[in-house]
């Protein structure tokens, strides 16, 4: 299996501020490095593919990059509906999920 | 549009056999490029994948549950069905399946509300 992690695990921001959450891959992934966004009680959603491709109806404020094991989503101006949890997931091989991001209200 | 609804017990004993049940719309499993995965998440967990099938009939399996998994479909009723044997009460969990985009590997496009399984004697 290949192992993702994410860091941080939670974190505080506020609405407006820059987010960033890392994901990093136990091995090259060549790039198979996907987003999932999920507020609880609710199925995860489509974020983003590829690295830093973004899903049809997801906002610009989203954001994704890296390579080889280290990749980043940001998101520019954090707003209210965007406090979730954030999980990155890889597609390279038999599929694996990171542990996820709680990003909560500070 | 595209959903999807998953069906089965709430409640299974220890060493009991899970079945759940994958009802989809919106897309065939006849056609290619598509696919149907099932993942879980325990309580204030993480989510973790189990199984997929695609539209060719190629099957994949979580390793560290390879041995308790089975997943089929019927493309003719539009489902998918996972079993899932000698269950334990660290399987309890929601029970999610998702559409599969097949692009570089799978990715979970569309996802079902998930249905929680409790394994509790």
């Known amino acids: 299996d290949i192992q993702l992690t994410q860091s941080p695990s939670s974190l505080s921001a506020s609405v407006g501020d820059r987010v960033t959450i890392t994901c990093r891959a136990s091995q090259n992934i060549n790039n198979y490095l996907n987003w999932y966004q999920q507020k609880p009680g609710k199925a995860p959603k489509f974020l983003i593919y590829d690295v830093s491709n973004l899903q049809s109806g997801v906002p610009s404020r989203f954001s994704g990059s890296g390579s080889g094991t280290d990749f980043t989503l940001t998101i520019s101006s954090l707003q209210p509906e965007d406090f979730a949890t954030y999980y990155c997931q890889q597609s390279y091989s038999t599929p694996t999920f990171g542990q996820g991001t709680k990003v909560e209200i500070k | 549009q595209i959903t999807l609804k998953e069906s089965g017990p709430t409640l299974v004993k220890p060493t009991q056999t899970l079945t759940l049940t994958c009802t989809f719309s919106g897309f065939s499993l006849s056609t290619s490029g598509v696919g149907v995965g099932w993942i879980r998440q325990p309580p204030g967990e993480a989510l973790q994948w189990l199984a997929l099938?695609?539209?060719?009939?190629?099957?994949r399996y979580s390793p560290s549950l390879k041995s308790r998994l089975t997943i089929t479909k019927d493309t003719s009723k539009n489902q998918v069905v996972l079993t899932m044997t000698n269950m334990d009460p660290v399987d309890t969990a929601t029970y999610s399946c998702?559409?599969?985009?097949?692009?570089?590997?799978?990715?979970?496009?569309?996802w079902g509300q998930g249905t929680v399984v409790t394994v509790s004697s």
């Open positions: 998702a559409h599969i985009k097949v692009h570089r590997g799978a990715l979970f496009e569309y």
């Open positions: 099938i695609y539209w060719d009939d190629d099957k």
